[in-house]
Structures are given as C-alpha cells and as structure tokens.
C-alpha cells in the first residue's frame, strides 16, 4: 500500500507536471471507485489545476472549478488503498477504457496531451474517488489524526495520543485517525529503528521508550520523504522497497544486528520485525494470541 513518503511522492510530482494545466478529459472506467456525486466529476473538465498536497494518504489535486465557473473550487482527491497506483503519461493513451476489463478506475487528461490512469491490482477493490468543494467532505480525510511530519507533532503530542490506550503500538501506528500516513511497511519499519516490540501496548511504554518512538518515527519518514522526492511514480515503488530495513525482508538478515527477520501472518498482510533488536530476542507468536511465545 502506498504510504506517506509515496504519497507525498506523487503529490510532489503531480505539482510540479500537472499544475497550471488544464483538465480536458475524465473518465471513470470502474464506477464503485467513484464515492461522490455532486458535484460530479465531469465538472472538472475546463478546469485548471492550481496546486496538489497530501492529507494522510490521501492525494488532493485543488482546481479552479471546471464547468460549474471559476469560483467553484473543486478538488479532485483519491486514496490509492492497498494495490492501487498513478500511471504518468507524457503523451496519454487513445485508447478507448472498457470498463470490467481493465484494472484502469479513473483516466485524467490534460490540455498539453499528458495524463494519468489511477489503477488497481487484483479483484478486491478498494481505491476511491472523490469530486469535492472541500478535502474535509472526503469522510477519511475528516477523521484523520494529525500528521507526524508537521512541526507541531511533538514528542510531547506523541506521549499524549499514546496515554491511556491499551492498544498495541503497531495497531496504534496504524489507526488513520490516531496518526496520519502511516502504515503496514512504515510502521515495521519505526517499530524497527525505535527497537521495539509491535506488541508493547501503547500506554505501558515510559518516557525513554516514547522518546525513541518519536525519534524513529520522525527520522524514518523524514529519510523516506527526501528517497521519493523528485522520483517520478515510476520509480517510487522500487525506490521504496530498497530502503526497507525489516519490512517485506522475511528470511533475510537484519542490517543492524545480523539476526533473521521474522514475520507474523494476518488474514491479508503480515509484520516484519527482528527479535534481536525488538523482543530480547523472543519469536513473537500468531498475533490472535497477542503475547511472546514461551
């Protein structure tokens, strides 16, 4: 699943290709991606894009209105879920998109000849499409939690969305509206650098804990961000996957400590940790036992 730093990637990327263009065609190939009507999205033929940004990991192209006139203002947001991507094309396809036989949801396209396709792997399909005035109707985007990468996430605001719950940290590292962006990949990937268990309940951990917490988090993301900014989307998957510590690395050895990373399997994911650096070594059991193996 593309996360914060591909996110932001992409929204780097989009500001810097798409902005200032005009939006000439928009064709939705998978209706169930589509979760908004009004307005609707051919609305935003005419339109010119004025900027892209990032809300979690959500992506925000903002327009000057499109066919509704110039002050109606409205955004074209999307979530890529888990195997959902952006197609850049400098010059986009003719083609005509037949809906049910392709794994293209949505095809933008631009007054210069370029576009992009938002596609989807697989057959389960969870990307979603928004036409907005407003990225805070995007329900996701309204209940997100507040972004680790902004200047006002402090270690002291970390210690306070940690207190009192209950929770693994995994879990908690997760939860969209405890924390924006982050996800499976990143969250192994923090739990990793701030050597800490993903089972550790969030509001057992002391002062000490939660400073590595903070710090690996910060640096983490922080680190990604710069390895994606200015890749193309081409790129940004691979380029993800080679910075990647524990994450998606079973069987393979801990660039830290030279023990073998682990695994935990899920119904439709898994975690990635390193006993050494994590659990004093401890294999940690199926996650619906919730504790080390003995």
């Known amino acids: 699943m593309p996360e914060m730093p591909e996110v932001q990637g992409l929204v780097a990327f989009l500001a810097g290709r798409a902005t200032e263009l005009t939006i000439t065609k928009v064709a939705i190939a998978n209706i169930a991606a589509l979760k908004t009507y009004d307005p609707p999205i051919d609305a935003l033929k005419g339109a010119t894009v004025t900027g892209a940004s990032r809300h979690g990991k959500f992506v925000d192209l903002s327009t000057n209105g499109g066919t509704r006139g110039a002050d109606a203002g409205i955004h074209l947001a999307f979530h890529l879920a888990k195997a959902g991507w952006l197609r850049w094309y400098d010059a986009l396809p003719a083609t005509v998109i037949r809906p049910g036989k392709t794994p293209i949801a949505l095809r933008v396209g631009f ?30 985007i309204a209940r997100l939690g507040p ?21 693994q940290i995994k879990g908690v590292l997760r939860d969209q509206s405890i924390i ?18 993903p089972y550790a309940l969030a ?14 988090m910060r640096t983490t993301l922080t680190d990604a961000v710069a390895t994606a900014s ?28 030279g023990d073998e990373v682990r695994s935990v399997f899920f119904a439709d994911n898994s975690l990635e940790y390193c006993p050494t650096c994590q659990t004093g070594g401890k294999l940690l059991a199926d996650r619906r036992l919730s504790r080390l193996l003995k």
Not at 120 to 132: I, N, P, Q, R
Not at 154 to 165: F, H, K, N, S
Not at 234 to 255: F, I, N, S, T, Y
Request: proline share 5%; glycine share 10%; net charge negative.
């Open 111 to 140: 007054d210069d000849g370029s576009g992009f396709d938002l596609t989807e792997a697989g057959t389960k399909k969870s990307l979603a499409v928004y036409a907005v005035h407003d990225p805070q109707d995007v329900p996701g």
């Open 147 to 167: 972004d680790p990468l902004d200047a006002d996430f402090t270690r002291d605001a970390l210690a306070a969305l940690l207190a009192g719950r209950r929770t």
């Open 180 to 197: 924006a962006g982050v996800g499976n990949a990143y969250s192994d990937e923090i739990l990793h650098a701030a050597k800490m268990s």
């Open 203 to 216: 509001a057992t951990l002391d002062a000490a804990e939660v400073d590595r917490l903070y710090d690996a």
């Open 230 to 257: 200015g890749k193309p989307p081409a790129e940004l998957k691979d380029a993800k996957r080679r910075g990647m510590a524990v994450h998606g690395r079973r069987g393979q050895v801990c660039p830290v400590c």
